[in-house]
């Protein structure tokens, strides 16, 4: 994909399909501007701080479609479609889609009492190898975990695991794809 990239004809079809022109202006500080005047940056801040549902998933984010009941102590309380409750960082009122990343989420075999507010219970859906890491689907949740951790944890097909991520791993958006802040 990198060496297509390169390709100016590939790169102009990509653009004009996602709506998203790619330029540099450093070599070092590659940017992507989505739907022009809407978000810049580079990878890694387009990662932290996405404006949008659009942008959340084009940089690696699940979305979780809920809407937001209420906010108090700082935190969004969120009632997923899927019945779980979402807790949020963001401030947010309505229909909402939630964005966490794989990465921020982990897997254990019960709900620990630390820093993460967010729990999924389910069983394990599916897993997928992807070399030395493993994507695993809890409930409505993907996690990419380390292949050692799944081996530690004996992860298989049906087996009840419990994802947990910090709130302030959350992006909440309006479900039009607008930011929900409020």
């Known amino acids: 994909m990198k060496a297509r990239l390169s390709d100016p004809g590939f790169r102009r079809k990509l653009q004009v399909g996602l ?7 450093q070599p070092e500080r590659p940017e992507a501007l989505f739907e022009p005047g809407i978000q810049a940056g580079t990878p890694a801040e387009l990662v932290s701080r996405p404006v949008d549902s659009f942008v959340a998933t084009f940089t690696g984010a699940m979305l979780l479609s809920g809407y937001a009941i209420g906010t108090s102590d700082g935190l969004t309380e969120v009632v997923l479609e899927s019945g779980d409750t979402a807790w949020s ?3 947010a009122a309505g229909p909402v ?4 990343y794989p990465w921020d989420v982990s897997l254990g075999p019960a709900v620990e009492q630390d820093s993460r507010l967010n729990h999924v219970t389910a069983p394990v859906a599916s897993i997928a190898p992807l070399g030395s890491r493993v994507r695993v689907q809890v409930g409505p949740v993907v996690a990419e975990i380390t292949a050692a951790s799944a081996e530690r944890l004996e992860l298989r097909p049906g087996l009840v695991v419990t994802a ?3 709130a302030t791993a959350t992006r909440v958006f309006a ?7 409020g």
Request: zero cysteines.
């Open 19 to 25: 709506g998203i022109l790619f330029g540099v202006g």
């Open 97 to 100: 889609n939630v964005a966490v």
């Open 164 to 166: 947990s991520f910090k």
């Open 175 to 181: 479900s039009n794809g607008a930011s929900a802040g």
């Open 89 to 91: 960082a963001d401030e």
